[in-house]
């Protein structure tokens, strides 16, 4: 097996996410389709994007919860493990966003799906919430998740993952972490994702906690993803 096979991760490149109309817009989300559309078209073997794809009563929105505590962004709620009640987690309240069969779950027009080898979609369960592609916010994995994202990975030979999309603080951050968690080696390529908060609080935060975790953050100009492009035979 080759010591490098490379895939592309797409995370939730979706219009809720996006301006000028999505219901949990983050700046510049849209922007990134002409460097991503570049990524998809190098030698990774497998090209992967992931939406979040939400009931209509999931935990995560703020429509579900009574007042007075439901006001996203600054409510949180007390969610229990569906598999381990005795375990328990704060999740942050969000506006509603990407509902199964909306048009705010669809990837936007400018990305070329085309090139999107397969789609998994995640928070399908209304029970919790799932940031990563991998797993759920428990760090289990389950139905939640359309496919077990690892094994499709594991299925190439997929040794290194090179992560893209929205938010470079929230889902991004999660998902590359579990890359590296289930084994594989997590670049996230800067050019390619923006977050809620591009300050210290929020990717700051979240680069320092990618140096901890032995991830790398690279530049689409850098010699990382160069290797990328001088792979063949994929």
């Known amino acids: ?25 983050i700046t510049g989300g849209r922007e990134l389709a002409p460097v991503i559309n570049d990524l998809l078209k190098e030698s990774f073997v497998l090209r ?10 999931h935990v995560s929105f703020d429509v579900s919860h009574p007042p007075p505590n439901n006001k996203a ?17 704060e999740l942050a309240l969000w506006p509603v966003h990407c509902v199964q ?8 027009e400018q990305i070329d799906v085309t090139e999107i080898d397969i789609v998994v979609e995640k928070g399908r369960d ?13 760090g289990n994995k389950s139905e939640a998740a359309s496919l077990d994202l690892a094994a499709v990975m594991s299925s190439k030979g997929v040794t290194h993952i090179f992560t893209v999309g929205l938010a470079g603080d929230a889902c991004v951050k999660c998902t590359a972490i579990d890359a590296k968690l289930e084994g594989f080696e997590s670049y996230v390529v800067r050019e390619g994702t923006r977050s809620v908060d591009e300050g210290e609080s929020g990717w700051g935060a979240t680069v320092k906690q990618f140096q901890k975790c032995g991830i790398k953050v690279v530049s689409i100009n850098g010699p990382k993803v160069a290797r990328v492009k001088a792979v063949t035979g994929l």
Request: contains cysteine; hydrophobic residues 40%; glycine residues 6%.
């Open 1 to 25: 097996m080759s010591s490098f096979v490379p895939a592309l991760l797409v995370v939730d490149m979706q219009e809720d996410f996006c301006e000028p109309n999505g219901s949990l817009a």
């Open 48 to 57: 992967v994007a992931t939406k979040d794809f939400h009931p209509l009563d």
């Open 73 to 89: 962004f600054e409510s949180t709620v007390t969610v229990a493990n569906p598999t381990n009640p005795a375990e328990s987690k």
């Open 101 to 108: 069969g909306t048009p705010g779950a669809e990837i936007i």
């Open 126 to 138: 209304k029970r919790v919430e799932m940031y990563s592609g991998f797993t759920n916010m428990f």
